[in-house]
Each structure stands twice: as C-alpha cells, then as structure tokens.
C-alpha cells in the first residue's frame, strides 16, 4: 500500500517549434554514424503544428539525444508513469522506437552502454522481432521481461504507457489500453527464484517413470521380414559397361512392393509405473526479498539511444509523472484528437494515391490496346510497300536489240 502525495509532472515535452534544440543535447558519440532529428508534423497528422515531433532523418544511423529533468527525483512512494508517442512513418523493416530515463549521465558522450534506470518502447526488426521492450535496471543489471509484448507495426501515430507502482506491481498500454500487468517480481528476474531443487534429494533407483510398455505378448506378423528395397529384376547391364574400369555392375535397387513398413508391438500401461518423479524443492538461501524493486533513486534524464536502417519515426508528447490520472488527461488532449483526425487524412491521402494509380493503369491498358489495334494495320503497310518495290514486269523485260544504251542500263537495274 502507498499514501497519495502531492501530484507532480516530471518531464513534459510537447516538441512545439524549433526551441526543443535548446533542452536537447546530442551525443557525439557515434561521430559520424551520428544521425540528426528534424522537427515536423509528418506527410499525415491531425493538426500540422500540435502534432509536430522530432523525426529520425537519416538512414542506418544512430540516434543518441537526451534533456535534462528540471528537477531529478527519486520514485520511492509514488508511481512513476512514462508515457510518449510513437509513429513509423516509414514503415519501419529495422529500428528502435524505445525511450530511456537515465539517473546522472553527460549528455555529450551517451551512448549504448550508459546505465539507465529504465528502457521502454517498441522495436521492430524484420517479421521475427516486434515487441515492445521493458528493461528495468537492478543493481547493475538490465533485466528484460519475461512476457512477450507485441507492438504496434503501422504506420500511425501510437501512444505507448508505462506505470510502475510502488506496491512492485506494473501496467503497460498501447493505445490507452492494457496489454500487459502484473508483479515485478513475477516478470521479471530481479530476484533469486525462492525456492531451489534439494541438492541431497535424488531419483531413487528403483523408481519406473515409463507410463507405457512394449506389449510382450504382442507378436510380430508374418511378412514384416521383407526388406524396404531391393534390386531391380528388370535392369540389365549397360552393353557399353566395363567391368574392369568401371567395376562390377550391380542392379539398382528399387522400392520393394513386399514391404510393409517396421513392425512396432503394442503399447500397454506399465504395471510398474510410478508416475512422473518430482524433484523437491526447498527454501533458497540466496533469496532475498525487496519490496522497493519498483524504486529508482535517481531520475535525471530522458532521452533516446537507437539505430534505425530506415529513418522517419517520429516521437512525440513525452510526459513522466507520478499521477496516471494526468497522463490520461494528457493523452486524451493530444494522441485522441491525433489519431482521428490523422486516420481522416491518411485515408484521404491513400485514396488520391489509389485514384491515380488506377488512372495510370487504365491510360497503359488503353496504350496497350490501341498498339495492338494498329499492329495489323502496321503489318498490311508494310506488305504494301513490300509489293510497290517489286519491279513490275515492263522493268524486268530483257532489253531489246533496239534499245538505246541508257535504256539497257535502266531495264538492267
């Protein structure tokens, strides 16, 4: 159980116009694997300027860029709640779209092996990876969770919530919706498991596990000795067959029509069986419990540390606070206006690109026909020419003995 406290928002940033490269702090890390975020609203958005964010710009980059929390705070006692959007406009095949909040770092030099205290967000890789990461940070440890959840992979803005309570329990949500809870302790390896298989205890040696037996009275029928292959009656050796160089010749094998497959007996109970032994289990001695695993002393940065093989993600409205009921209000104010009036424009968008498509489609099939309309006409031209170049039969006529010297030589050609 916690006591409610003052209501506190953390960090908010709205991304509303070029100042956000004034909170902002690149890292040089990457050098010129580096890449830039630009400010925009996207090709499709509710509203070109409440929606605009910072895009990855470049391809098969890294992206390393981190703000300060004006105030770092510790989360014991309270929830902590982060909370952003997130829209593969490109439709991503590779790259992450995950957020960090860091405890103290130097912004300048952050880079993939800078502890954090916690890692959420989707990451897209090809069909076998899209999933959205929550990684905690446990004395030194990054621990990934053990449930499988599978993000978003359109190309529409998406809102993506994380909630850590202090009573070691957690909710993500897509879209305002859960999609995943339960208790730290449970999804997570924060702790050694509490109790362990008994070293001392062993399998007696007398004990049967095998519930099913071969039937010993189940006797194998006649007919079953018959081979799978055997050699082919009907071959004979090749005339042009050397036996001295090529070897001795022997018939190919083929499949034996006698054959019935191998002969398995029956399968019974097994009057012995024991059922399935269970190893005991006793108390670990390395478990220790901790009821603050939900608490980060030191949060004082948030930023993004990802590589993407096909830029345009654009990231938007992040907001960390203790108070879930003003992440809602937030997410009501910006990401429910967002995605109806962005799904408008897109399907606009779509529909124009469909129209001009078919309009391209119908002018090549047209083009098409028309070709083929004009090849018979094309061809009976060319027989036409074909006939006006053959000489006519007063041109092919063998001069006669009055013709004039230049008439021999027009008839001769």
């Not at 952003?84 to 770092?105: A, L, R, S, W």
């Not at 938007?316 to 109806?340: C, M, P, S, W």
């Amino acid at each position: 159980m916690y006591f409610a406290t003052k209501k506190t928002i953390h960090f908010k940033e709205e991304f509303g116009d070029e100042t956000w490269e004034k909170r902002w702090v690149y890292s040089t890390d990457k050098g010129a694997d580096s890449g830039k975020f630009l400010l925009t609203s996207g090709k499709f958005y509710g509203d070109k300027v409440k929606d605009l964010g910072i895009q990855t710009s470049q391809d098969a980059k890294f992206y390393q860029l981190s703000a300060p929390v004006e105030t770092p705070f510790s989360s014991e006692g309270k929830p902590l709640v982060l909370q952003y959007q997130v829209k593969h406009e490109q439709n991503i095949d590779c790259g992450g779209g995950y957020i960090k909040i860091f405890p103290k770092i130097t912004p300048a030099t952050m880079n993939g092996d800078s502890p954090y205290n916690i890692m959420f967000g989707p990451d897209i890789c090809g069909p076998g990876t899209k999933k959205v990461h929550v990684i905690f940070n446990y004395k030194g440890k990054n621990l990934l969770t053990k449930k499988d959840i599978r993000c978003k992979d359109d190309e529409m803005t998406h809102l993506y919530t994380l909630i850590v309570n202090p009573d070691n329990t957690y909710e993500v949500r897509i879209d305002g919706s859960k999609v995943e809870s339960g208790r730290l302790e449970d999804d997570w390896d924060f702790l050694a498991p509490k109790t362990i298989k008994d070293p001392e205890a062993k399998k007696p040696e007398d004990w049967v596990d095998e519930a099913k037996i071969d039937d010993p009275s189940d006797v194998k029928p006649e007919g079953y000795d018959k081979p799978e292959l055997i050699a082919d009656a009907e071959a004979k050796k090749p005339e042009d067959w050397d036996d001295e160089e090529d070897g001795e010749w022997e018939a190919p094998m083929i499949n034996n029509p006698e054959y019935k497959g191998e002969w398995k007996p029956k399968q019974i109970d097994n009057p012995a069986y024991k059922g399935e032994w269970v190893h005991p289990e006793i108390d670990n001695p390395e478990y220790v419990a901790d009821d603050q695993l939900y608490k980060f002393e030191d949060n004082s940065h948030v930023g993004f540390e990802i590589w993407q093989v096909k830029s345009g993600t654009i990231f938007d409205n992040i907001l960390v606070t203790d108070d879930v009921a003003e992440a809602e209000a937030f997410a009501k104010e910006t990401f429910e206006v967002t995605k109806i009036e962005e799904k408008k424009m897109k399907d606009t968008q779509d529909a124009e690109a469909r129209k001009i498509q078919e309009e391209e489609d119908e002018k090549r099939k047209k083009e098409e026909e028309e070709k083929k309309k004009n090849e018979p006409e094309a061809e009976e031209e060319e027989e036409e020419e074909e006939e006006e170049d053959k000489p006519s039969e007063e041109e092919t006529v063998a001069p006669t003995e009055d013709a004039t010297e230049e008439e021999t030589k027009r008839i001769e050609l």
